[in-house]
Each structure stands twice: as C-alpha cells, then as structure tokens.
C-alpha cells in the first residue's frame, strides 16, 4: 500500500477519506479502499452517523477502483 506522510495526508481534500472530520481511511487508490474496509471497525471516537456515511464513502471508492467486497452492507461493531 501506498503510505501517505503527514505532509501528503494534510493536502488530501477531505471527501478523499472514508472519514473526513476526523481525516481517517483514505480512499486514495484501491490498496487504501481494502485497508479502509480492513480497518473500518477499529475506528473509535465516531458516531454511528459517522459510520455509516464512511461506509457509504467506502461503498462509492470500492466500486470506483473495482474493489471487490464480500458483502456490501456494514459490518456489525465487535
């Protein structure tokens, strides 16, 4: 996967990671978009709201890179 510095990170737009507020998961290219869905449940500090519009983002990136996904719907919070 590419990694993003903290220099790259900080000029991404905002609608590039899955969630924007707190600029977590981008969705930058396709190894982003399978990291972003490998990693979505261990996000803290969000709000369902805010999860579920991540994973709409997530959704949108996976179809975009043709990302396959098992399943689209959300994953149930461990």
Do not use: C, Y
Not at 17 to 22: T, V
Not at 41 to 60: G, L
């Amino acid at each position: 996967m590419a990694k993003l510095d903290a220099d790259d990170r900080n000029h991404l737009d905002e609608g590039k990671f899955a969630f924007p507020k707190e600029r977590k998961e981008p969705l930058e290219n396709a190894s982003h978009v399978r990291n972003a869905i490998a990693r979505f449940n261990q996000v803290k500090d969000v709000t369902e709201a805010e999860r579920a519009a991540a994973w709409k983002r997530i959704t949108a990136a996976a179809k975009k890179f043709d990302v396959e996904m098992e399943d689209d719907r959300q994953p149930d919070k461990k």
